[in-house]
Nanobody, 124 residues
Framework: QVQLVESGGGMVQAGGSLRLSCAPSARTLTLYPTGWFRQAPGQEREFVAG????????MYADSVKGRFTISRDNAKNTLYLQMNKLKPEDTAAYYCATSARIAVSTALNDYRNWGQGTQVTVSS
């Protein structure tokens, strides 16, 4: 079992940037494709971005394409989500998780080992 810890959330004005980080408490992220999801109050958890084990393949939700970048530094055993041009609708709790699939997946049910989340709030 891998326990993940997210960090880097906060409050920012629209148009600003944040970088989220995700690191495991034990074992290594390099064994798994990993992803970022988000959940706003009263909404279902939704896929944001995913990256393959080595980092050569990425996927993004249409709502964040061109603004967010997912990356991983396997030497540091850390996953990142660079978020630029933030919008109020990006406000949510952001979670990282590992995928049970070999390839990158957008499906919520394919992911395990959820972190506790980090809150991102974007003001207009």
């Amino acid at each position: 079992q891998v326990q993940l810890v997210e960090s880097g959330g906060g409050m920012v004005q629209a148009g600003g940037s944040l970088r989220l980080s995700c690191a495991p408490s034990a074992r290594t992220l390099t064994l798994y494709p990993t992803g970022w999801f988000r959940q706003a109050p009263g909404q279902e958890r939704e896929f944001v971005a995913g990256v393959s084990r080595i980092g050569g393949s990425t996927m993004y939700a249409d709502s964040v394409k061109g603004r967010f970048t997912i990356s991983r530094d396997n030497a540091k055993n850390t996953l990142y989500l660079q978020m630029n041009k933030l919008k109020p609708e990006d406000t949510a709790a952001y979670y990282c998780a590992t995928s049970a699939r070999i390839a990158v997946s957008t499906a919520l049910n394919d992911y395990r080992n959820w972190g506790q989340g980090t809150q991102v709030t974007v003001s207009s």
